[in-house]
């Protein structure tokens, strides 16, 4: 189970800080008032529309990448964050714990690795838990990270506005969670999970049928199975 889940839970953070999805939104062009794009009425060049009113305008942001694209049409441009929401404390936290997190999870994984030896007969049991203690670590940091995020999603990158991006030609902006936060959400507990069930390796099991000694003493034959004498 830590085995599987470690490597599993350390895929979907990865997933989730790499691709600009944490927090999603849309706002209709050409609609009158201050903040309008363009004027109402004005014919859409080339984008299969008949008006520019009948346009949708898609803005998604990540922990470094921001896309705006119009929707059903492939007209997308992706940057690097930058302007308020990057020098936004809250978004600097939760990129520091997620490459945080990123680091202990895989300095973990090769503990666990090398802890559990399958190639040879007994396991390194305090490596393999120490492994799993970084995984666990791991796993608490990312869940910090996406917790302040989707607890602040609304407010990230605002300026003197507590709804709708700081750029106020888009005054109607409506953000919500995106797919990237359910990715980070279920890696980070698959590494909770898995840095868990790792753990266990700092309890040695004990043989039944000696109770008074505290690992099983092997005895290898040449049939290559272990019996216990004791």
Not at 202 to 227: I, M, Q, S, W
Request: aromatic share 6%; net charge positive; charged share 15%.
């Amino acid at each position: 189970m830590g085995i599987v889940f470690s490597p599993l839970g350390l895929v979907l953070v990865f997933t989730a800080a790499i691709t600009p999805h944490w927090r999603e939104g849309q706002a209709r062009l050409g609609m009158t008032g201050p903040g309008s794009l363009l004027r109402p009425g004005v014919k859409g060049q080339g984008m299969g529309v008949k008006s520019v009113e009948a346009l949708l305008l898609l803005r998604s942001d990540g922990l470094w990448e921001s896309c705006l694209q119009v929707e059903h049409s492939e007209l997308k441009q992706c940057w690097p964050v930058a302007g308020p929401y990057q020098r936004d404390p809250r978004v600097r936290l939760a990129q520091g714990l997620v490459l945080t997190s990123l680091f202990l999870c895989g300095t973990g994984i090769i503990l666990a690795c090398i802890g559990v030896r399958c190639w040879t007969d007994l396991p390194l049991r305090g490596v393999t838990a120490t492994g799993g203690l970084l995984v666990v670590m791991a796993g608490l940091l990312s869940l910090t990270a996406l917790g302040v995020y989707t607890h602040n999603l609304g407010r990230l990158g605002m300026v003197g506005a507590s709804q709708g991006i700081s750029n106020q030609r888009f005054p109607h902006l409506s953000l919500r969670p995106a797919g990237s936060l359910y990715f980070g959400w279920l890696g980070s507990c698959l590494q909770v999970l898995g840095g868990s069930a790792l753990l266990f390796s700092f309890k040695h099991p004990r043989c039944p049928a000696c109770p008074e000694l505290p690992v099983c003493p092997p005895n290898k034959g040449e049939t290559d199975v272990y019996d216990v004498t004791c």
